[in-house]
């Protein structure tokens, strides 16, 4: 990391990353100007340690819902997602079903393998880091390193986050679940909805398009209704259903209005071409018209030939 990298645009413009998809974080490259490593270090060390902190909330969640402190230790090492641990014990702790909670977190945690698609054409890291580095792949990390300008910059964001969160986590989950008898009832205190706060707080500003808005708000709609009828875990595996509900219903919509233009285009072809069958008729009787006039000009000449013939032999 010590060599400045950078990107070279097809447009030929080097030193900014690729653009991102529509709707990514970010302006567009060639809008990006280059950051100093200063600033995106102290960007990375506020996401790492507001955000690490919050682990002291999943160790007094996960002890307060049966979980030993090993349990409680070992999950957030290897798991590394609060989202998705904090799913995964709030289920257990409902009394739900231990498959049906492993599956409600593993769908939550099933995101990071897309941010990892987008984060390995902007890191670029050599393959021996790569499983490494890909323990690291969660929602801060990636909303550090995919503003960044150069490939430089993503690398120490990512890195720098990472490893921030990924110390901090752990040390105050251990923190959290050794403290977690000395708080006495956990769920008075709210803990649990420490981490989930975190994640809409940094979700929210990259819902920026109206599908996006959308697709979210129905899918905490749908969580919520489903949440006191069904059981715990499954309400959140169904809540997924809102994003092919929502380009269901964009498909329709523009079905919808492409069908009306295209009958409004059926109905002036139609208007049109009776219009030109009417001109043809007119066309057609005024030919008619026309060799009748002809025909009846030559049976005149005929007659008057015939006449003069008969008065010549008269005479």
């Not at 002291?56 to 290897?78: E, I, K, M, P, R």
């Not at 790569?130 to 430089?152: G, N, Y």
């Not at 398009?209 to 969580?223: D, K």
């Amino acid at each position: 990391m010590a060599e400045q990298t950078t990107f070279t645009e097809s447009t030929g413009t080097p030193g900014a990353l690729p653009a991102g998809p529509p709707g990514g974080p970010g302006p567009a490259a060639e809008e990006r100007p280059d950051k100093p490593d200063a600033a995106v270090v102290r960007d990375a060390l506020g996401v790492g340690v507001a955000v690490g902190l919050s682990g002291f909330a999943f160790g007094v969640t996960s002890a307060g819902s049966g979980l030993s402190l090993l349990q409680t230790c070992v999950l957030s090492l290897l798991v590394f997602t609060g989202a998705s641990q904090f799913a995964l014990v709030g289920a257990l702790a409902a009394g739900g079903n231990p498959y049906t909670a492993a599956a409600g977190a593993f769908f939550l945690g099933i995101r990071n393998a897309f941010y990892g698609l987008r984060l390995s054409q902007l890191l670029d890291l050599p393959r021996a880091v790569r499983p490494f580095a890909a323990h690291w792949v969660i929602d801060e990390s990636t909303a550090v390193t995919l503003p960044q300008p150069t490939r430089r910059a993503a690398r120490i964001g990512f890195t720098v986050t990472g490893l921030t969160l990924y110390v901090l986590w752990n040390l105050t989950t251990l923190v959290g679940a050794l403290g977690a008898e000395a708080l006495g009832d956990t769920d008075a205190w709210g803990l649990d909805a420490a981490s989930p706060a975190v994640f809409l707080a940094l979700l929210a500003p990259m819902l920026r398009s109206t599908v996006e808005r959308v697709t979210a708000a129905l899918a905490v709609v749908l969580a919520l209704t489903l949440l006191p009828v069904l059981p715990a875990g499954v309400p959140v595996l169904l809540s997924a259903l809102a994003a092919p509900v929502v380009l269901f219903l964009m498909g329709r919509a523009k079905g919808s209005s492409g069908g009306a233009g295209g009958g409004g285009d059926q109905g002036r072809g139609d208007s049109g071409g009776h219009g030109n069958r009417e001109s043809r008729g007119a066309d057609d009787d005024r030919e008619d018209y026309g060799a009748d006039e002809d025909r009846r000009t030559d049976e005149d000449r005929g007659n008057v030939a015939e006449w003069k013939k008969r008065g010549e032999r008269s005479v």
